[in-house]
């Protein structure tokens, strides 16, 4: 199992790497992992607690799409 860098996130929706499986930082320095990056919200900046600073992509549990 390979381990991701984590990547600064811009605040411009959701990163082309980040529509699986995704660990994300926030704001407020919670980490949090979700199954995909769609069922998340605070891809774009508002200046809040739940804005996306950091995001690492788990390929190690990215199902093949057909």
Known sequence: MS???WKRH???GIPDDAHGP???EFRDGDIASYPDGESLGGW???GVEYDVL???PR???IA???
């Open 44 to 46: 774009s900046h508002e």
């Open 54 to 56: 950091m995001y690492r």
């Open 59 to 61: 390929p190690d549990r």
């Open 64 to 66: 093949a799409h057909g």
């Open 10 to 12: 811009t605040g411009r």
């Open 22 to 24: 995704v660990d994300v």
């Open 3 to 5: 381990r991701q860098r």
